[in-house]
């Protein structure tokens, strides 16, 4: 049953970082992998990253390996997403979701909550 509400999207131009937050509540959160979606105009969700409950492993998409990298704090109930070296194609509304099953699984979409979402846009 957590709950999760993403913040920091917003405006930026190419060559850019952005800081993605995830808080979440619920007394499950320590135990959940996380992950990070987006979702770009006409287009279809993807999966961009997960981080593994103890937050010592982390899966990346191809897309973003080496520009991205998530951390998580249990204590402070937050997922981060730091976005390095943003291009025009990052643009896309960004989701946060939790899941109970191994973070391949999260990778895989299959998790139990997601958050609202944040818009990240690029310009050229």
């Known amino acids: 049953q957590v709950q999760l509400e993403e913040s920091g999207g917003g405006l930026v131009r190419a060559g850019d970082s952005l800081r993605l937050s995830c808080a979440a509540s619920?007394?499950?959160?320590?135990?959940?992998?996380m992950g990070w979606f987006r979702q770009a105009p006409g287009k279809e969700r993807e999966f961009v990253g997960t981080?593994?409950?103890?937050?010592?492993?982390?899966i990346y998409a191809d897309s973003v390996r080496g520009r991205f990298i998530i951390s998580k704090d249990n204590a402070k109930n937050t997922v981060n997403l730091q976005m390095n070296s943003l291009k025009p194609e990052d643009t896309a509304v960004y989701y946060c979701?939790?899941?109970?099953?191994?973070?391949?699984?999260?990778?895989?979409?299959?998790?139990?909550?997601w958050g609202k979402g944040t818009l990240v846009i690029v310009s050229s």
């Open positions: 981080i593994s409950s103890s937050g010592v492993t982390a």
């Open positions: 979701a939790a899941g109970g099953g191994a973070i391949i699984s999260v990778q895989r979409g299959l998790v139990d909550s």
């Open positions: 619920g007394r499950t959160f320590s135990g959940n992998n």
